[in-house]
């Protein structure tokens, strides 16, 4: 079976590639590119055996010798072996077939073929496939197993090291791919194996259950333990009986040979193939777009199988691989609820979508459109949130409608309208991968976006690529960075504007570049006078020379990609220091290429399709204004009904405006708001004043208290759509579940509510909504369900023959006169900073393993084994000065609430700053942040607030669990899985040669 082989180049993982050369493969001519593995060029003309090779992402590991074939009359592995011009390949010659027979049977030896009982046997098992392409009847090595026991340490995977083949295609994953750094193999042990930091059990390794190395195993030795027992017809049956099974099969091979039994067990997988099913999906968690097959049996969910993914190849982090419990989980909402007094009982659909539309058709009556408001999700898809839009303007007739990138996005949105003119990145993960550095300010993208990390910490290992961190904390990539500084919270804009200013007056701006395709570059030169170094070193709190040696770097880099979050994004100067960084990158001269460039990273799956699709009170979808005549025209054409003329209301404004009575009314889905936004009392006081609530989720939330109906959506498995990522990458997903019980797809609940209001829409498929948007959506008009069929991809803006931007601003920017926009600005001091009162500055984000408030995660079990509660991490410093250990419990207080938690001593956080992650079962994080928030777009300032902590008597256990990574982990860095040591050993030969002999890596 081939190998999910790509394109060479991806992610900058074979850069030598040349021109067409001629080979010769087996006496035939064929056309090869210069420098490409020879097994790629071989496989495009015929099947070879290559377990260990899996890629060109992955590259050479030459473990396996499976591959051997004669170049110029000599055995060499085509994986490690590079196309030259005139090669002549003998790949079927008997010495190359019988090299390549020996060495899978020294595999053998290794592992034992039971694959009838094996639930890896699933028509996709490399080592089986290899044994039946080889036609093995059998074995000259005996199975020996090894003197391991099986580790069942982990929460999600196994690591059987009997039948482990020593491939090592786990270990480059985790070292080159994950770059998480955890595995090696022992190769000079006795019995050889695969390790955890050098030799622990899995759980409290370093891991962090990504589920690379488990993708790319070939065989049965990494296993997801949900498909132990689960995915043969036997596989599950008690292990005594199992191991008698096994018995016979080894009882029987010397006579039979494996022929009979390979074809038995060929026949399972056959049976196998029509009981599980196989859909492709796009992760539900955060906004990188990974996709992958999920494999069900029933509504039991096996396993995530990512291969194929445009944005994310073969990875995933632990929650897009692990992170399903929740589908299925007895929490879920499965019928509508109608409040009865102080409570909520079942209703029928019938009974509440009625209820809904006539009290909401009653309040618009009484108090008019603009007394309504809708809240659409950014986990649900593009179409259910354009549906959800069209229904607050064409139906409820305002232009109340938001999205919750207003609580971390909007002002990121709103810096590159000011400078470039498009609210996306500028390109995709590619490009920052390619770039010669790149510049995280404000975003932990190892635990937010750790795909989109995996590629960076990637670049930077292998590829030489400069890596810069401003952020408070020392979070992984901090740890990882060439330079790693810490500016004072709520400055970030002082040090970005020097650094503009640096390249001005040293002769590093690209004055060619500004002169052809930016405006305003005097003005822009002139706001810049105070930010001088000194002035930025002072402002900052950064050592002068820290911030020389940065612009240094900035100003000798090929190219610059800069990332950002919320830490510039929930500032009350959010959307200027959003602006400065797109400022800072026209000034270097990187947009317009495809290396370097803005990257505001995203946070829900699909917050940036929630802004393409127009949940917005002031665009429609495509970013199209309300206030245009002739756009608003347009809609009112197309959607057949008189539009409202005036911007509406974000969500900010809304809560103000349901304290003074004029929101009377609210159609909320898939978002918990209360624990989301800013202020909790302040909204769930608004909430209260509400004549009517909506909540539309999966899962009872805080804010469903609130309600007056709550309406059963349906998670994305169980729904056929497509999300946009934070590459502006749209992307499919099919629906691999029905609806849980009476659940519904948000779309077609939507639908109900509009018809039941007179609407007379009559949607069958989510692509008729689709093809409904692209045709009023200049962005968007070349995007059908059919371009994005299966795994196929469209970056917007998408032309209508279908051809898309994977890379903004290629021909100017989308300004009337084709050119950027240089955006003058100046500083002020945050709105809420530590003082005597409040001594410390609260930071707050995510944590790998949990999504935001984690109504998701917490309902995934092994999550919850593994990091079951939240806690305050404080400095050593800090922890030295007031007496604390890890598991103390304090009470920590702002100027807006107070909430007790335990604290964790963290070497992460620095002097008096702590920091507290998002997720909230023990209570949100917006009980201690304010209503401040960002000028130009109300997004909160959750990263000006300043609180206090008082010590409680009570001294609790360690809030990291001695399995989680963080715990006592050790990562044991290296470029790969160091082959060369295997053929060190001295029981090592090379296949079809008579004698032990040392062979060279191929450099
Ligand atoms: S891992 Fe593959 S080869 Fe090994 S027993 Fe299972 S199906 Fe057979
Ligand atoms: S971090 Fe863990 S799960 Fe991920 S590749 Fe490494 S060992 Fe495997
Ligand atoms: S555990 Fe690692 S080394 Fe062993 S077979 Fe799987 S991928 Fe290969
Ligand atoms: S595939 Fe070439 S050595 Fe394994």
């Keep these: 079976m081939k190998n999910p082989v790509r394109h060479p180049g991806v992610n900058g993982s074979n850069p030598a590639i040349k021109d067409g050369v001629e080979i010769l493969i087996d006496g035939k001519r064929v056309v090869a590119t210069e420098g490409e593995l020879l097994v790629e060029a071989i496989l495009r003309e015929k099947e070879i055996p290559h377990i260990c090779y899996h890629s060109p992402l992955m590259g050479p590991i030459q473990t396996c010798d499976t591959c051997l074939v004669e170049v110029g009359g000599k055995l060499q592995r085509a994986c490690g072996t590079k196309v030259a011009a005139g090669m002549e390949i003998a790949a079927e010659s008997e010495r190359a077939k019988k090299a390549r027979s020996e060495a899978f049977d020294v595999i053998l030896g290794n592992h034992m073929l039971y694959c009838t009982v094996c639930d890896n046997n699933n028509e996709n098992c490399r080592v089986h496939n290899t044994a039946m392409e080889l036609n093995v009847q059998h074995q000259e090595h005996p199975f020996k197993p090894k003197p391991y026991e099986v580790d069942m340490s982990n929460p999600f995977y196994r690591y059987d090291p009997s039948q482990c083949i020593l491939c090592g295609q786990c270990v480059q994953a985790c070292q080159t791919v994950q770059v998480n750094e955890t595995l090696s193999i022992g190769w000079e042990l006795d019995h050889p194996r695969v390790l955890w930091d050098g030799g622990m059990q899995i759980g409290g390794s370093s891991c962090v259950s990504c589920g690379h190395c488990i993708t790319v195993c070939p065989c049965n030795a990494l296993m997801e333990k949900s498909m132990l027992g689960e995915a043969g017809f036997m596989s599950g049956m008690p292990k005594t009986a199992l191991d008698k099974m096994i018995d016979v099969v080894k009882a029987v091979e010397p006579e039979m040979g494996y022929g009979a039994i390979m074809q038995v067990s060929q026949t399972e997988a056959k049976m196998r193939e029509e009981r599980i099913k196989k859909t492709k999906t796009v992760c539900t968690y955060s906004c990188i777009g990974c996709s992958y097959d999920v494999w069900t049996k029933g509504r039991d969910i096996l396993k995530i199988v990512p291969l194929h993914g445009d944005a994310n190849e073969i990875s995933t982090c632990v929650k897009g691989k692990f992170g399903w419990d929740y589908v299925n989980h007895k929490d879920r909402l499965q019928a509508p609820l109608v409040r009865e007094g102080n409570g909520f009982r079942e209703a029928s659909w ?138 004072r919270p709520g400055t970030d804009l002082v040090w970005i504007s020097a650094m503009s200013r640096y390249m001005l007056d040293n002769g590093h701006a690209k004055l060619d570049f500004l002169d052809k395709w930016v405006n305003g570059l005097d003005e822009y030169r002139k706001s810049l006078e105070p930010f001088t170094m000194e002035y930025a070193a002072s402002t900052c709190n950064v050592p002068l020379e820290t911030l020389e040696q940065v612009a240094r770097e900035l100003a000798a880099a090929r190219s610059i990609a800069a990332l950002w979050a919320m830490g510039i994004t929930q500032h009350t100067r959010a959307s200027d220091g959003s602006t400065a960084i797109s400022n800072l990158l026209l000034i270097t001269g990187n947009y317009m290429r495809d290396e370097g460039g803005a990257y505001p990273l995203r946070g829900h799956n699909n917050v940036q399709g929630a802004g393409d699709i127009g949940a917005a009170p002031n665009v429609y979808p495509g970013y199209q204004s309300v206030t245009d005549p002739e756009i608003r025209k347009k809609f009112e054409q197309g959607w057949g009904v008189a539009l409202p003329p005036e911007r509406g209301m974000d969500n900010h404004e809304m809560v103000d405006a349901m304290h003074e009575g004029k929101v009377r009314a609210m159609y909320l889905a898939g978002e918990d708001m209360i624990s989301a936004d800013s202020n909790a009392n302040h909204v769930a006081g608004a909430f209260e004043k509400l004549d009517f609530f909506v909540v539309q989720d999966i899962f009872f939330s805080e804010t469903c208290r609130y309600a007056d109906v709550v309406l059963p959506g349906a998670p994305a498995l169980e729904k056929d759509g497509t999300f946009s990522s934070t590459e502006r990458r749209i992307q499919r997903l099919y629906q691999a579940l029905p609806e849980l019980g009476d659940s519904r797809a948000d779309w077609k609940i939507t639908q109900d509510i509009a018809n039941r209001m007179g609407a007379n829409w009559n949607y069958q498929h989510p692509s008729e909504i689709m093809a409904e948007m692209a045709a009023l959506t200049p962005l968007y008009q070349g995007v059908t369900y059919d371009r994005l069929e299966g795994y196929k991809t469209l970056q917007w803006p998408v032309a209508s023959d279908g051809t898309d931007q994977p890379v903004l601003y290629l021909d100017g920017f989308p300004f009337p006169d084709n050119k950027a926009r240089l955006y003058p600005l100046s500083f002020r001091e945050p709105e809420e900073a530590p003082d005597s009162d409040f001594d410390l500055f609260l930071n707050n984000g995510r944590l790998l393993e949990h999504f935001h408030e984690g109504n998701m995660t917490y309902r995934v079990s092994g999550i919850q084994e593994e990091t079951p509660e939240r806690y305050l991490e404080i400095s050593t410093d800090l922890a030295h000065e007031r007496g604390i250990e890890s598991g103390r419990w304090v009470r920590v207080t702002s100027r807006h609430g107070s909430l007790v938690i335990k604290a964790l001593v963290s070497h992460r956080v620095f002097g008096k700053q702590v920091y507290l992650p998002h997720l909230s079962q023990e209570g949100p994080i917006n009980i201690l942040t304010g209503s401040h928030a960002d000028e130009a777009t109300n997004t909160p300032a959750f990263k000006e607030t300043a609180v206090r902590i008082r010590l409680l008597p009570e001294q609790g256990s360690n809030p990291l669990k001695p399995i989680n990574p963080r715990f006592s982990g050790k990562p044991t860095p290296q470029t790969g899985v160091e082959v060369e040591r295997k053929w060190k050993r001295k029981d090592y030969r090379l296949p079809g040669t008579d004698v032990l002999v040392q062979i060279q890596p191929n450099k």
């Excluded at 919750?404 to 996005?409: D, E, F, L, T």
């Excluded at 810096?415 to 993960?429: E, H, N």
């Excluded at 190892?446 to 960076?456: I, K, Y």
């Design 350 to 487: 019938e009974e509440a979508l009625t209820l809904v539309a006539s009290r909401l058709s009653a309040i618009k009556q009484e108090y008019g459109p603009d007394s309504l408001a809708v809240i659409v999700s950014s986990k649900c898809t593009n179409e259910d949130g354009y549906l959800m839009q069209k229904f607050a303007r064409s139906v409820l007739g305002t232009n109340n409608v938001d999205n919750c990138s207003r609580y971390c996005q909007s002002p990121a949105t709103t810096g590159l309208f000011r400078t470039v003119g498009y609210g996306g990145d500028s390109g995709g993960i590619e490009n920052i991968a390619k770039s010669g550095l790149v510049l995280i300010i404000g975003s932990q993208t190892a635990d937010s976006h750790p795909v989109l990390a995996t590629r960076v910490k990637r670049a930077h290992k292998l590829h030489g690529q400069r890596l810069i961190v401003a952020d408070p904390r020392e979070h992984e990539m901090a740890s990882r960075a060439d330079i790693h500084f810490r500016p």
